[in-house]
Nanobody, 114 residues
Framework: QVQLVESGGGLVQAGGSLTLSCAAS???????MAWYRQAPGKPREAVAS???????NYADSVKGRFTISRNNAKNTMYLQMNSLKPEDTAVYYC?????????WGQGTQVTVSS
């Protein structure tokens, strides 16, 4: 059974940093994993993905500011977010990429104040 638990969100001023964590259980962590976010009134979007070998891709909006990483032995994934902007405010989720189910964890709220 898949379970995804996101943590590490919070309130930060613009220009600040946060590191998000994702703890995964089940077989999902074998695959490409990604961080997604959903801002109020907007659709959920993928912002970074990483293969099991560690190759990563980023959305243009976060490239150069966010770094995704994973620890396969611990079934954990991270998102280091630097130079945060108010437009990064959203609920952040981790999941496989692309998704093969409707399952989502509870997410973690990131709020960036100007």
């Amino acid at each position: 059974q898949v379970q995804l638990v996101e943590s590490g969100g919070g309130l930060v001023q613009a220009g600040g940093s946060l590191t998000l964590s994702c703890a995964a259980s089940g077989t999902i962590f074998r695959f490409i994993m990604a961080w997604y976010r959903q801002a109020p009134g907007k659709p959920r979007e993928a912002v970074a993905s990483i293969t099991s070998e560690g190759s990563s891709n980023y959305a243009d909006s976060v490239k150069g500011r966010f770094t995704i990483s994973r620890n396969n032995a611990k079934n954990t994934m991270y998102l280091q977010m630097n130079s945060l902007k108010p437009e990064d405010t959203a609920v952040y989720y981790c999941n496989e990429f692309p998704r093969t189910s409707e399952y989502w964890g509870q997410g973690t709220q990131v709020t960036v104040s100007s």
